[in-house]
């Protein structure tokens, strides 16, 4: 992993780098199709957008959906665009969200396990904050990717932040652990999860 001299170089490059590849990728519209046919987003539902990043994901689903959206994300620059994009955030990590229980209705992991080396309190978090019967998508790296991907996991992993590869059968057994009953997708790009807090 490249060692920045100071998290200012880190913020940099990510915000630079992740609004460049909007323009070269329909991952945007993939995600936000596989969210509103398996979440049920309606009006005045709360969601979570966790590590959401420039919030790209989290500016398509309210504008789809009107829901009260919620970026989690601990990257300065990150937050600087999410004031530009007018969105709601709160500066903070997965694993220790500052809110209370029984918040949210859904909540959102798009491409963020993998930048957090152990699962478990993330998970653990956002089951205490779901309301019972709340929902989360999880959308994660394939364990089998393909050249091209292995090419993009790469550079991520040198210049942009630390990649940490985790199997469909942890996260499942996370989910599974902490009272999700957890359906998988099939037919769609990397690991994709729809899973539903129980009690």
């Not at 460049?20 to 957008?49: A, M, S, V």
């Amino acid at each position: 992993m490249k060692s920045f001299n100071n998290m200012s170089d880190y913020n940099f490059l990510t915000a630079k780098i992740t609004l460049l590849g909007e323009f070269f990728c329909n991952h945007y519209f993939r995600t936000l199709r596989i969210i509103k046919k398996n979440l049920g987003i309606k009006k005045l539902d709360t969601l979570l957008d966790i590590g959401g990043g420039n919030g790209k994901v989290a500016k398509m689903i309210r504008e789809e959906t009107k829901a009260k959206i919620i970026v989690v994300e601990p990257s300065s620059a990150m937050i600087r665009i999410l004031r530009k994009r007018n969105l709601n955030f709160i500066k903070a990590y997965a694993e220790k969200l500052p809110l209370a229980s029984n918040f949210a209705d859904f909540a959102i992991f798009v491409q963020t396990l993998h930048h957090i080396p152990f699962i478990e309190p993330a998970i653990k978090e956002v089951h205490r904050v779901l309301k019972n019967g709340g929902k989360i998508y999880i959308q994660e790296l394939s364990e089998f990717p393909s050249f091209f991907q292995k090419i993009a996991n790469n550079i991520e992993d040198s210049f942009i932040s630390q990649i940490y590869y985790h199997s469909f059968e942890e996260i499942k057994k996370t989910l599974h652990k902490y009272n999700f009953n957890v359906n998988t997708l099939s037919g769609e790009r990397g690991m994709n999860f729809i899973a539903q807090k129980i009690k």
